[in-house]
């Protein structure tokens, strides 16, 4: 895999401005090259401490077979900010991701490609840092508006924000809630649902976001003492001036 890294001593401004210059150099449209392998990409963090665990499952396409599962263990030195998240599970997504021996055609990433407010969420900021296409597929909503869908696989609505498409609310079961697919790099609005739709599997998540999520999961940690959580709270505090916006 390609060798990339992202800042993680930045001031939230600078983080900011960071995500303003690279927002230009996401690509809207396809440009594919033929799928053998795709990769779902999560990370899990826990309630209590500073652990995080990347997963990516690689998967064969167009089957879903297992190809490959890498996973890495960092500490994440940021706190979670909205809008931010790349700066604080990039470093360990792309830890596993350097561990990978089959290189992936596409990534299915656990997060919002252009569905952010500055059009540079964490499929995205990945896409551009790798070259990769890549599509956003989330849980919630981080901007935007969508129109109610009816309770049947398929429904759909497009999540508009200042007047633009940024992705679409797709319901992939009855029951649950919709997801949120976005173009990350490389992938159009269209092909990122089409692809998304082809992974669906019976559950709420496709397929490879839905393995990559399982083989993220930490395991229970107890909470920490007040000693602990203070001492988290302070580093978090010195690592990342989130007073500084």
């Known amino acids: ?18 995500q303003r210059e690279l927002a230009p150099r996401v690509e809207r449209e396809d440009r594919l090259d033929e799928l053998r392998y795709v990769a779902g990409v999560d990370v899990s963090a826990s309630r209590f401490t500073s652990e995080g665990r990347a997963a990516v499952v690689v998967l064969a396409w167009p089957d879903l077979s297992v190809v490959e599962v890498a996973r890495a263990d960092r500490q994440l030195t940021l706190p979670y900010i909205p809008g931010l998240l790349s700066f604080r599970e990039a470093p360990v997504i792309l830890a596993a991701m350097e561990a990978l021996a089959t290189r992936p055609d596409l990534l299915f990433i656990d997060g919002h490609g252009i569905a952010h407010p500055r059009r540079l969420g964490i499929a995205a900021h990945l896409g551009v ?52 697919v976005s173009t990350g790099h490389r992938v159009s609005m269209p092909t990122a649902v089409k692809l ?8 709420r998540l496709p397929e490879p976001t839905r393995l990559a999520h399982n083989h993220a999961k930490l395991a229970v940690t107890p909470p920490p003492t007040a000693q602990d959580a203070t001492e988290y709270g302070a580093s978090r505090e010195v690592r990342w001036d989130i007073n500084s916006a």
């Not at 990339?4 to 600078?14: A, N």
């Not at 998304?196 to 559950?203: D, F, M, T």
């Open 129 to 180: 840092l790798l070259d990769l296409p890549s599509i956003g597929v989330a849980k919630s909503v981080l901007c935007g508006e969508y129109a109610a869908l009816a309770d049947e696989v398929g429904a759909r609505s497009e999540l508009i924000d200042w007047g633009q498409v940024i992705g679409m609310a797709l319901r992939t079961r009855r029951n649950a809630n919709p997801i949120f």
């Open 196 to 203: 998304v739709e082809a992974c669906l599997r019976g559950y």
């Open 1 to 18: 895999m390609r060798t990339v890294s992202i800042p993680t001593d930045l001031t939230r401004d600078e983080a900011v401005q960071l």
